[in-house]
């Protein structure tokens, strides 16, 4: 499938190179795909469909949904050559006194700005305000920029892999056609087509990182835009399906069939998108399972206790869905309770195996760690 060309072009700056010029989109020909294709898409999305179900039934799912956002959020960034993890970002979070990174900076503003196109995606549609204002927010004050300009399409020439336009591995369009594909891309959103849902949202998600219409922030961004899509065609009502730590598994291949997408390997693009969305549906669904009954578990082994502590231990545990990682200064702010209250609070939970202890040689500002819920969605020592 000729989805473009590669066109000579001149500038000051750069003199002669060829970059990327995508043709009118989509093809006028239509995306037709095979039927292996739409098979695996219709298994997805049954898969997207259970997982959207089953999320609904967890009860207080808004406490969870910063753990799959941040979950992505780490893959994301570190797709992008961050060192930072998840713990890190969630003691940034928590605000807990130890050695953060520095790069975390870059995971934090990645949960601020899909935080924001959550909110936003409520009063208007994906579109380019929306995916300015997503890249204003990932960009505006971040550790790291590259003359980022945040919020704004980019003003000159970028290219991915390499020194110059002249020995990069790929250029995309340049600036004079961004206009034109940017909104060939828009309206390809929302275009009434036949296209199945998912295999629609592998062709945005390739076609805009093709465009890479910023300096800097498009993968991030893109992978931003992929969720908020699933969300405005109404197969998700929570934003619990993050694709990024699939991508940053299969790293190498990521690149590689996004290469291709422009080479004109459609399909092998999009059948590599789907598995993600499968496998990541799939491993989303087992969390719930495992959060249902690590859940079920707790409250069982909270409802022990006298009754002054067990009232206090049953509204404090829901919180620690959406933060793992505390300290006394923590749950003085969720009870209300002196500095000696939350402690004895602290070792209850820590009596009954739910928080642990993280630096037994801390002597002053111990913290302590949901562990086994934050191993459900981080599989490494937490301590």
């Known amino acids: 499938m000729n989805l473009g060309q590669l066109i000579q072009q001149k500038d000051v700056q750069w003199g002669t190179y060829k970059a990327f010029v995508p043709n009118p989109f989509p093809p006028k020909d239509g995306l037709n795909f095979p039927a292996n294709l739409v098979r695996q898409d219709a298994r997805a999305q049954h898969l997207v469909s259970k997982l959207d179900g089953i999320t609904q039934l967890l009860p207080d799912v808004d406490f969870f949904i910063f753990m799959y956002i941040l979950k992505d959020a780490a893959s994301s960034s570190q797709i992008e050559g961050t060192g930072a993890t998840m713990i890190n970002a969630l003691e940034a979070k928590a605000n807990i006194d130890t050695d953060i ?44 920029t590259h003359n980022a300009r945040p919020g704004e399409f980019r003003h000159d020439q970028n290219w991915i892999n390499g020194t110059s336009p002249h020995d990069a591995k790929f250029v995309p369009p340049p600036i004079h056609e961004l206009p034109r594909v940017m909104s060939d891309w828009e309206k390809f959103v929302h275009a009434d087509d036949s296209l199945l849902p998912l295999s629609k949202a592998a062709i945005l998600h390739g076609q805009f990182e093709t465009i890479h219409p910023f300096r800097d922030g498009n993968g991030r961004t893109g992978r931003m835009l992929t969720t908020l899509y699933l969300q405005e065609i109404g197969l998700l009502e929570k934003p619990v399906l993050f694709l990024s730590s699939y991508l940053k598994k299969h790293q190498k291949v990521y690149y590689d069939r996004l290469n291709g997408y422009h080479d004109g390997d459609v399909n092998e693009w999009v059948q590599f998108f789907l598995t993600g969305i499968a496998e990541t549906a799939q491993e989303a669904i087992d969390t719930v399972h495992k959060i249902t009954k690590l859940r079920e578990r707790d409250i069982l082994k909270i409802q022990g206790l006298d009754k002054r502590s067990s009232k206090s231990a049953i509204n404090v545990l829901p919180r620690l869905f959406a933060l793992p990682i505390v300290d006394v200064a923590i749950i003085r702010k969720w009870t209300g309770f002196t500095a000696n209250g939350a402690q004895k609070l602290i070792d209850r939970f820590v009596e009954l195996k739910i928080l642990h202890l993280r630096d037994a040689e801390k002597k002053y500002g111990r913290s302590y760690v949901y562990r086994e819920y934050v191993n459900i969605f981080y599989n490494a020592r937490t301590d």
Do not use: W
Not at 125 to 139: C, D, N, Q, V
């Open 101 to 144: 990174p520095e790069d975390v900076d870059d995971i934090t503003h990645y949960i601020k700005a899909l935080n924001k196109g959550i909110d936003t995606l409520r009063q208007i549609p994906i579109s380019t305000r929306l995916i300015k204002l997503l890249h204003k927010e990932l960009m505006e004050g971040a550790r790291a």
